[in-house]
């Protein structure tokens, strides 16, 4: 099912067989809730007015609310969760985010690019492998306790001085265009990563 440009508000979606939906520029859409046990993608994209959506799917793999400049919360109930897009999400609040990942036991993918409204952010899981900051340009602090860490790209923080990452994992670590990093905290991340048994790709600092 895909809906564009539609003047919907607060519509219940409700089925049990549906298994993909698209909402494209629904300009007026403001806290929809989505009800289908056999949804497995959910694209909610460019649709301003968007704030506090409510979802539920036991199947759903891969959800996308991106480019919705308004919200604030989502309420999932989505377990079998892997990848979450909320890039350019501006009003996102670090905390809420916090929120939704202990939502999804099993998210592998979080797309956090341009989300300008997160200054400190502090993120746990068990589960997480990609992580993407690019472009999060008040992005002054970040603290990750993610054991399965492989990538993480902040590419363009400007504003990024104090990564902190716990992850054996991690294999990659983009910092271009990171300029407030300086040489100092190189050394470190390099040598937590080594002590872990890891050894990090370190893209340059630009």
């Given at each position: 099912?895909?809906?564009?440009?539609?003047?919907?508000?607060?519509?219940?979606?409700?089925?049990?067989?549906?298994?993909?939906?698209?909402?494209?520029?629904?300009?007026?859409?403001?806290?929809?809730?989505?009800?289908?046990?056999?949804?497995?993608?959910?694209?909610?994209?460019?649709?301003?007015?968007?704030?506090?959506?409510?979802?539920?799917?036991?199947?759903?793999?891969?959800?996308?609310?991106?480019?919705?400049?308004?919200?604030?919360s989502a309420a999932l109930?989505?377990?079998?969760?892997?990848?979450?897009?909320?890039?350019?999400?501006?009003?996102?609040?670090?905390?809420?985010?916090?929120?939704?990942?202990?939502?999804c036991p099993r998210l592998?993918?979080?797309?956090?690019?341009?989300?300008?409204?997160?200054?400190?952010?502090?993120?746990?899981?068990?589960?997480?492998?990609?992580?993407?900051?690019?472009?999060?340009?008040?992005?002054?602090?970040?603290?990750?306790?993610?054991?399965?860490?492989?990538?993480?790209?902040?590419?363009?923080?400007?504003?990024?001085?104090?990564?902190?990452?716990?992850?054996?994992?991690?294999?990659?670590?983009?910092?271009?265009?990171?300029?407030?990093?300086?040489?100092?905290?190189?050394?470190?991340?390099?040598?937590?990563?080594r002590a872990r048994g890891?050894?990090?790709?370190?893209?340059?600092?630009?």
């Open positions: 099912l895909t809906l564009t440009r539609q003047r919907l508000v607060n519509p219940p979606i409700i089925s049990a067989t549906l298994v993909r939906l698209t909402f494209i520029e629904c300009e007026q859409l403001h806290s929809p809730t989505v009800d289908c046990p056999r949804l497995r993608e959910f694209h909610l994209r460019a649709t301003e007015q968007l704030r506090s959506p409510t979802i539920r799917s036991a199947a759903l793999r891969a959800l996308s609310l991106a480019d919705c400049s308004q919200l604030s109930e989505c377990q079998s969760l892997l990848d979450l897009d909320l890039s350019a999400c501006t009003a996102l609040a670090a905390e809420h985010v916090q929120q939704l990942l202990a939502c592998l993918s979080l797309r956090l690019g341009g989300c300008r409204g997160l200054r400190h952010l502090s993120l746990q899981s068990a589960s997480l492998r990609l992580l993407h900051l690019s472009w999060c340009t008040q992005l002054e602090g970040v603290c990750l306790d993610c054991p399965t860490l492989a990538t993480l790209y902040a590419y363009g923080c400007t504003q990024l001085v104090t990564p902190v990452i716990r992850s054996a994992a991690l294999s990659s670590l983009e910092l271009q265009k990171c300029v407030a990093i300086h040489d100092g905290l190189v050394g470190p991340l390099t040598l937590c990563a890891g050894s990090p790709n370190l893209d340059p600092i630009s």
